[in-house]
């Protein structure tokens, strides 16, 4: 079967692969698509030290179990259209018991410590059964749009830390994918205004369409900390939301705050990124930063629901579908700025 394989030199490499033999307690996904995430564009410019060399990568993937093992809970069955939450748990450090199993001690990741979906079948691994990281999708036309859950589940997970209210100034650093989903979700959440600051006048005039009530500031050419207290009447931004790993985004962020102000650092930083923050902002102004990473099962279920009743429009960021054989196209596209969402389909 076809594969997109990351190997240690950092380089991406698409081989054939035999499809994957199940133990007990797995089962074998016939992949229907799979997105390109921001972290695999970040893999594919700097590598990672954190997915094993030869691994097929993807995780952001939907699919219909083709068989099934022994063991297997009986509530899936062969047909079933399923997504899979890539973060899998151990279930038993303190984190996990705590619910909070995107935290966990020991977590082993699709993609990263698991073969992914960027291939015609990937296994799914007796864990994420047991872990609840398995999970049906309404039936649809198309399947393609569920493997935005996980990005979305990954927003509201952050969210989940800001408290976000009626009367709040959202402020998102990038206009990529995930910047657009946290402004749809502060949408969702009846805030006051939601700004994006973004340097490219190219992606702002990409995500303006996508996003009719969203501000959009240009910060290569305007002071977007300033503007923001301009625009707030000089009170600051109530939430900023990092979703770039650009460090300066994040002084810029903490600058820009209002009096108990809520910070989310959702990009990663690579790196050579550096940032400086300042305690004294956090301390005089009772300013409150957040970390996220991944997120839990029940979130991409979570996300799965609002996609389905539609509470946010996933598929217009869907900007284009290619087949497995094209996926370094894929990557070249995305990494060249032509294209904000692709999904990896097996027709
Ligand atoms: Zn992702
Ligand atoms: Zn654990």
């Known amino acids: 079967m076809l594969s997109y394989v990351y190997f240690k030199d ?10 994957p033999v199940m133990q007990a307690g797995e089962a074998l996904l016939k992949v229907t698509a799979c997105s390109i995430c921001g972290t695999d564009i970040r893999t ?39 997504a899979v939450a890539p973060a899998i748990g151990c ?6 018991k705590s619910g909070h199993t995107n935290m966990c001690d020991d977590l082993k990741t699709i993609g990263y ?27 649809v036309e198309d399947y393609t749009i569920y493997t935005l859950s996980e990005p979305l589940a990954c927003a509201i997970n952050a969210q989940s830390y800001l408290h976000i209210g009626k009367e709040d100034d959202v402020v998102i650093f990038g206009s990529g994918i995930v910047g657009c989903m946290h ?27 996508l996003l009719e009530k969203v501000h959009f500031i240009n910060s290569r050419e305007t002071d977007s900390v300033a503007e923001i207290r301009r625009m707030t009447s000089g009170k600051g931004a109530d939430v900023a939301i990092i979703a770039c790993s650009v460090g300066q985004a994040q ?31 956090i301390h005089y102004r009772e300013i409150s930063v957040y970390g996220v990473h991944a997120s839990t099962p029940e979130q991409n279920k979570q996300a799965m629901g ?42």
């Open 10 to 19: 950092g380089k991406f490499k698409l081989q054939d692969r035999s499809i």
């Open 44 to 82: 594919y410019r700097f590598g990672s030290t954190k997915i094993d060399d030869g691994r097929i990568i993807g995780h952001e993937v939907v699919g219909v179990i083709s068989e099934l093992s022994d063991g297997v809970s009986a509530d899936f069955h062969v047909g079933d259209h399923i």
């Open 91 to 96: 279930g038993v450090c303190y984190s996990c």
């Open 113 to 139: 410590q698991y073969d992914g979906g960027f291939a015609e079948y990937m296994l799914i691994p007796a864990q994420a059964f047991k872990m609840g990281n398995v999970y049906k999708l309404p039936q």
């Open 183 to 209: 402004a749809e979700l502060a949408l969702h959440a009846g805030v006051k205004n939601v700004f994006i600051i973004e340097p490219s006048a190219e992606r702002i005039r990409e995500a303006a369409e």
């Open 251 to 281: 002084t810029d962020g903490m600058n820009l705050l209002a009096k108990r102000g809520r910070i989310s650092l959702f990009g990663g930083l690579t790196g050579d990124s550096m940032c400086y923050i300042d305690s004294n902002l």
């Open 306 to 347: 609002m996609i389905c009743r539609e509470e946010i429009c996933v598929e217009k960021y869907i900007s284009k579908r290619y087949d497995l054989n094209e996926i370094e196209q894929a990557f070249i596209d995305i990494n060249g700025g032509k294209v904000m969402k692709a999904v990896i389909v097996n027709r």
